[in-house]
């Protein structure tokens, strides 16, 4: 879960559409990503017992694959967010963040 849980709703406030608030929070999204990564990288070097291809806490192959994904997936994300209605994507998203509210709720 990345910046969009809190950008999302913000810009929503500010009557801007759907399309544009979810491709402004996606753009947010990458430096909180890069800065988390770069964080979990540097507060790990010191870990004695990390697995093979691992830097820090982050396992590059996962980084990798993670960050593939990602560059795929965006575009099929913006693609969908085009055709679907404001209203729709509203839903969509509110329902994602009661999904994670009770999953975080559930394990904590």
Do not use: E
Not at 6 to 35: D, H
Not at 49 to 75: H, I, Q, T
Not at 88 to 94: E, N, P, T
Request: positive net charge; contains cysteine.
């Amino acid at each position: 879960i990345g910046g969009g849980t809190f950008t999302v709703p913000f810009l929503s406030r500010y009557q801007l559409s759907m399309q544009q608030v979810v491709g402004t929070a996606a753009a947010c999204g990458m430096p909180i990503a890069i800065v988390g990564a770069l964080t979990n990288m540097l507060a790990g070097l010191n870990l004695a017992d990390r697995p093979p291809w691992s830097l820090g806490y982050v396992y590059l192959p996962a980084l990798l694959g993670v960050a593939l994904a990602s560059v795929v997936f965006a575009r099929i994300g913006a693609s969908m967010a085009h055709r679907v209605s404001s209203s729709a994507l509203k839903r969509v998203f509110a329902l994602c963040l009661i999904v994670v509210g009770v999953r975080f709720l559930m394990v904590s």
